[in-house]
């Protein structure tokens, strides 16, 4: 791995274990190796590399931080630092291994029963399997407490009729933890159903005309009377913090991953700036340029001491608090993508071709500033953690 | 089978390297190092020799204590067990295979694989002078027939291969304009060329497990070894920079420019 010394000009790799720098490099090598080289094309031509699934199988990524059914039981402090290298490839593959992992492996494993965890999480540690989290409507997003989905009970089934909207891995996914009101009642009904490919009335399709995350696959999931046996119920939650608690574990890794991006395109700006010349010399040797890349190192020295912080805090009490996730997803998605595009900028004209990777990284990077909670409602988040007023209704 | 590899720790490859003050060695301030990959390549087919030959993959690497690194790293690859050959202070070829053959008289290997040399030092000998000081059979330079690219790459299969009842193993050596077949009786020694096979990562579980894998530490004078060097480095020099390229605007000036200055043609 060529990781440029000036990026970790505050030794941030002594702050980590041998294992966890081990495990990094392993990850980097593979997005080295395998990923960055297949990564431009599958960005045009709007695909998801599946081929690279079983390889990151192999690596151990998905379902890291379980311990059990095949994951590798490490800290989830090693299994961000493998994030951050994945991200540097693409957000797409590293929003992948968010999915599976954080979004449907972890609810399944804390949340179910033995039976599913035995018929899911083996298979889907393996990359045989691959989940997707359906919590997002066409009307609710940011708000999902208002969601329409519903589940009404019917013998020993659930009969669900709704839609979910922006769901990653959708159409590829063998199953899908669908989160629904039972019956009409309010958010305190809301439960998690795995509705499993194939079953009569679910549709997963293609949502068409991204301009971001485009090596990623997005979908539409709908549901006309899918009859779910009461068995693929999730006993061990109900309410809003079923997919809250699963949000919240999923951005710690986001939130150090993100830093990935930020590195790529400050290494690739740097390299391009000292061999790009105007007016007789490299344009790196500008003062405006070298501002543009001291901000840019600047905030991700800053941005991976927090990401650290946060995972080593989450390591330490095997939980974190909201707002201290909040704070560190609003603060580092914000600098990665501002980075990369100024990173951007530096390319000139070539900047905003798929030729170079900061436009690729920039237009990533919108959809994770949107996606597990909006920066504007992280802001709220921090915002109530610090007043005690909740600012969600105006 | 038991089969030992080696696992030096070198500088990595994508690193700069600069000369020092004295001219004797290189700058390490600031330096990455990794597993040399030829040793990496001779880890890969031991594990793959392991699969189907079941029995102990050990792993042998010399130098201070930043060397767990390497045996860690060969430990998650897959191998059973490290050995550690604590020694700080310059060895030369000869040391370093008077010491692995101590390794080897102690640990009674069926195989010994390495890598044809280190990346570092580019000497190309320890294997050489290991399988005479055994009296074993050696063959350098192991390749294989397959590419890389091949379906019995993507299956793991080993480029060396054992004869039946684990007496022999048959190695492939590439040599100019085809390939040179050797049969080896058992032990022996094998040391690894670029082409033999591509070696897997080190996975995240692998890496958690390594953890708790055996490490056992020697020296050099517990092993009763003599490791003063017959061979110092007297001068190290940097390459002589490359001069900027010139651009002709046309054929003829080409030609005459390869005619007068670079007298080519
Ligand atoms: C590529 C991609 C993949 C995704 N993958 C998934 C997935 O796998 N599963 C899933 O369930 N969802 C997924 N999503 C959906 C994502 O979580 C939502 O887009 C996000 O929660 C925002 O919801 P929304 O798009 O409906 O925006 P809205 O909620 O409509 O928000 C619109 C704007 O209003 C702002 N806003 C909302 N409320 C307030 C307020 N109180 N104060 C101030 N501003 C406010 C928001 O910050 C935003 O700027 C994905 C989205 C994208 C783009
Ligand atoms: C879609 C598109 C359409 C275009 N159409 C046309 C067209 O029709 N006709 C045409 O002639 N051109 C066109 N251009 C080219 C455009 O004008 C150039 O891209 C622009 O002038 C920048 O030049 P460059 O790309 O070579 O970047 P560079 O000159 O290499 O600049 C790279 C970076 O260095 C910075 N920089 C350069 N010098 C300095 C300095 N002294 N101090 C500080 N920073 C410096 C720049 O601001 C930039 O950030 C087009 C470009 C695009 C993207």
Redesign the pocket.
């Known amino acids: 791995m060529s990781r440029a010394a000036i990026t970790d000009l505050y030794r941030i790799d002594d702050l980590l274990e041998p294992e966890e720098r081990a495990a990094r490099d392993a990850v980097a090598q593979f997005v080295d190796r395998e990923y960055l080289p297949i990564v431009g094309k599958h960005f045009r031509n709007g695909t998801f590399p599946m081929e690279v699934v079983p390889r990151v199988a192999e690596l151990g990524i998905f379902g890291a931080p379980l311990k059990g059914y095949g994951c590798a039981g490490m800290s989830n402090t090693m299994y961000a630092l493998a994030l951050q290298e994945l991200e540097r490839g693409d957000s797409g593959l590293r929003s992948f291994a968010s999915v599976q992992s954080s979004l449907c492996m972890w609810p399944i494993y804390t949340f179910g029963s033995d039976e599913q965890k035995e018929r899911w999480l083996p298979g889907m540690a393996r990359g045989k399997l691959i989940g997707c989290f359906g919590l997002t409507e066409p009307d609710y997003g940011s708000d999902p407490g208002g969601m329409l989905t519903r589940a009404r009970r019917d013998g020993d089934s659930y009969v669900l009729n709704g839609s979910k909207m922006w769901i990653t891995n959708g159409s590829i996914a063998d199953v899908a933890v669908v989160w629904a009101k039972v019956d009409d009642e309010g958010p305190q009904s809301i439960r998690g159903f795995l509705v499993e490919k194939g079953m009569p009335g679910f549709v997963a399709s293609e949502i068409h005309g991204k301009f971001s995350l485009r090596a990623s696959f997005t979908s539409e999931l709908s549901f006309a009377d899918v009859r779910v046996p009461a068995k693929n119920m999730l006993p061990g939650v109900q309410g809003l913090k079923g997919p809250l608690s699963c949000l919240n574990n999923a951005r710690m890794g986001i939130s150090f991953a993100v830093m990935g991006a930020a590195v790529a395109c400050f290494e690739g700006a740097r390299d391009y700036a000292l061999t790009?010349k105007?007016?007789g010399r490299p344009?790196a040797g500008?003062q405006?340029?070298q501002e543009k890349l001291a901000d840019m190192l600047q905030e991700i020295v800053k941005g991976q001491l927090l990401a650290l912080r946060l995972a080593r805090l989450k390591d330490l009490h095997g939980k974190v608090d909201p707002a201290q996730v909040s704070l560190c997803k609003r603060n580092n998605v914000k600098v990665a993508l501002d980075i990369a595009r100024v990173a951007r900028?530096?390319?000139?004209?070539?900047g905003?071709t798929d030729e170079y990777p900061p436009i690729r990284h920039a237009l990533n990077l919108e959809s994770v500033y949107t996606y597990e909670g909006t920066h504007e409602v992280h802001t709220l988040i921090v915002g109530k953690a610090i007043t005690g007023l909740d600012a969600f209704g105006g | 089978m038991k089969i030992l590899v080696t696992a030096k720790r070198v500088e990595d490859p994508e690193s700069k390297i600069k000369v020092d003050a004295a001219g004797k060695g290189i700058v390490k301030d600031g330096l990455k190092y990794k597993i040399n990959p030829f040793d990496e390549i001779a880890v890969e087919e031991a594990l793959r020799l392991a699969a189907k030959h079941p029995g102990d993959v050990v792993a042998v690497s010399i130098g201070g204590k930043e060397v767990h690194e390497q045996l860690r790293h060969a430990l998650a690859m897959g191998a059973t067990k490290a050995v550690w050959v604590n020694h700080e202070g310059p060895l030369d070829q000869m040391g370093v295979a008077r010491l692995l053959q101590k390794i080897v008289e102690k640990e009674k290997p069926d195989l010994v694989i390495l890598g044809k040399q280190s990346i570092d030092d580019d000497q190309n000998q320890v294997g050489q002078y290991l399988a005479e000081w055994l009296g074993w059979g050696q063959a350098t330079f192991a390749s294989k027939a397959d590419s890389l690219d091949s379906e019995n790459e993507k299956n793991k299969v080993p480029g060396v291969i054992v004869g039946d009842g684990a007496k022999t193993v048959d190695v492939i050596r590439e040599v100019d304009g085809g390939l040179n077949r050797l049969r080896l009786t058992l032990p022996a020694v094998v040391t690894t060329d670029l082409r033999l096979n591509q070696p897997r990562y080190a996975s995240l579980p692998g890496i958690m497990k390594a953890k708790s894998k055996p490490l056992e530490e020697q020296t050099a004078q517990g092993l009763g070894v003599d490791v003063a060097p017959k061979i110092t480095v007297t001068k190290l020099s940097m390459p002589p920079a490359r001069k900027a390229g010139i651009k002709v605007p046309d054929v003829a000036t080409l030609v005459t420019k390869l005619k007068t200055e670079a007298k080519v043609v």
């Open positions: 790009r105007a007016f344009i500008f405006l340029t900028s530096i390319y000139g004209a070539n905003v």
